[in-house]
């Protein structure tokens, strides 16, 4: 990479990580990370997702399991902390593909779609 390109390159993450997305990415992420029942939640989450996906693999379908991490999902959904980070994370994620699109509008050049002939 050629040192204009990296300096830009450089630059452009400096003015997403001074947006109010990222600001507020970050924000809401410690405060999740500070949520004692969410961690313990997703923590058990994990652990229940990682079992689901084993026993799926193995071709076997545990109905009670997944009822279990449907329940665990839907009592993160419940918790403020949780709702606000992934609001903060959709947003991010939003702005970071709008970047994508106008560098490829730029370039006249779709990077999906040259993956996919």
């Known amino acids: 990479m050629n040192d204009v390109i990296r300096d830009r390159a450089i630059a452009l993450a400096k003015s997403i990580s001074e947006s109010e997305e990222y600001r507020e990415f970050i924000a809401t992420e410690e405060v999740l ?10 923590i058990e ?12 693999l193995m071709g076997e379908v545990d109905e009670a399991l997944l ?13 403020e902390s949780v709702r606000n980070f992934m609001d903060s994370y959709n947003r991010l994620v939003s702005l970071l593909g709008e970047v ?7 370039l006249d050049f779709d990077f999906g779609e040259a993956y996919r002939t």
């Open 33 to 42: 990370k500070q949520d004692e029942v969410a961690q313990n939640l997703l």
């Open 45 to 56: 989450f994990q652990e229940k997702q990682q079992e689901f996906l084993s026993k799926q």
């Open 67 to 79: 009822n279990s991490l449907t329940e665990i999902q839907g009592k993160l959904n419940e918790l």
């Open 100 to 106: 994508g699109d106008l560098i490829s509008q730029e």
